[in-house]
């Protein structure tokens, strides 16, 4: 596009202009530099390089030179002054564009992340963002300390790390709601394992949740979401991992699917810890850090900063008041799916 030759239109005026000028000494005129400003737009806009555009008015000030003693100053300043506006112009129309396509971009992303518009319209947009949304896709999210947007520096970081790996490669990176995303094709894991520790290192050890690879124009959100839930579930867990698969953590959802049923084996195989002294939080604490441990009484004893005795006491504490033993497999699955559902459901700080 650049290396086309460029049509006089755009040099339109400008070999009378620098005569007049190196002639009398004048500058331009207010409506002489608007037009230069409106060729340099016209010109951006019709896809020439900005280079090519340069050189041609300079070759064009070479043909058209004065011939009078003493002009070449007065010629140098209007090939200046005209090129200058004529450069604004360009400049002035390429951050419209640019403005505009970062407009068309986050609409395309909204609808895409919210499933707003028609999918067949969908499917053609997606195309201009390198996007085949007939076939399947993933979708990576990465929480920081901070909020990002398109601006920041450590999208751009994540963006050159995996575009120098990878290419293109139907990739799209994007912000939303101040976190990182990354939506690629599904069978290409290998891309949304590289930006999950691009991402972690970062954001100065933010977490990554990644959805699993779903098919079809709509098959995009619904990765999305589930890494988001995966998101919300890590932090209500309070699970330390940095890379979070949605494929991981489907036993939660379906625990959480009937609500009422979870609360009620919360509140009656865990209630009964409330009547301890100092109430149920540090033998639920005791049970999760015995779970989370493998039941390893030495390892839940180290997390709790507790000698094994006394985490044994605690066992056996928990073991009088519920009737059910931790360390006893026919009670051990019971009591630690209602732990997972006491910690889902913020309980006993909040009452089911």
């Not at 009737?323 to 889902?344: E, K, S």
């Not at 913020?346 to 009452?351: C, E, G, K, L, V």
């Amino acid at each position: 596009m650049a290396e086309r030759e460029i049509p006089e239109q755009y040099l339109d005026g400008y070999a009378l202009i620098l005569a007049e000028a190196a002639a009398t000494g004048r500058r331009l005129t207010r409506d002489e530099i608007a037009s230069r400003r409106v060729l340099g737009e016209q010109a951006a806009e019709a896809g020439y390089g900005l280079r090519t555009l340069v050189s041609a008015h300079l070759s064009a000030a070479r043909e058209a030179w004065p011939r009078t003693p003493g002009s070449a100053d007065r010629a140098l300043a209007t090939v200046q002054q005209a090129v200058d506006a004529f450069a604004e112009g360009y400049e002035r129309a390429q951050r419209i564009a640019v403005r505009q396509e970062e407009a068309a971009r986050r609409e395309f992303i909204d609808d895409l992340l919210y499933g707003r518009s028609d999918l067949g319209r969908l499917a053609e947009r997606a195309e201009r963002f390198g996007l085949r949304l007939s076939h399947a896709h993933a979708v990576a999210v990465a929480q920081g300390p901070d909020s990002y947007d398109e601006g920041h520096a450590v999208p751009r970081r994540v963006e050159h790390a995996l575009i120098s790996r990878f290419g293109d490669r139907s990739i799209l990176l994007t912000t939303k709601d101040g976190r990182l995303l990354c939506i690629a094709p599904g069978h290409q894991d290998e891309i949304l394992t590289h930006f999950a520790k691009q991402a972690h290192a970062a954001t100065d050890g933010g977490r990554v949740a990644i959805g699993r690879p779903q098919p079809g124009p709509g098959g995009v959100v619904h990765s999305y979401e589930e890494a988001l839930n995966a998101l919300e579930l890590a932090e209500r867990l309070e699970l330390d991992d940095p890379v979070l698969r949605a494929a991981d953590l489907l036993v939660y959802p379906v625990l959480t699917r009937d609500r009422q049923a979870m609360s009620d084996l919360v509140v009656n195989t865990l209630g009964p810890l409330t009547g301890a002294r100092g109430g149920a939080r540090p033998l639920l604490d005791t049970l999760t850090a015995y779970f989370d441990s493998g039941c390893v009484a030495a390892e839940a004893a180290r997390r709790l900063a507790l000698s094994v005795r006394a985490l044994t006491y605690r066992l056996e504490r928990i073991h009088q008041l519920t009737g059910a033993n931790p360390a006893d497999p026919a009670h051990r699955y019971m009591l630690q799916t209602a732990v997972i559902g006491a910690r889902l459901l913020d309980w006993p700080a909040q009452p089911v």
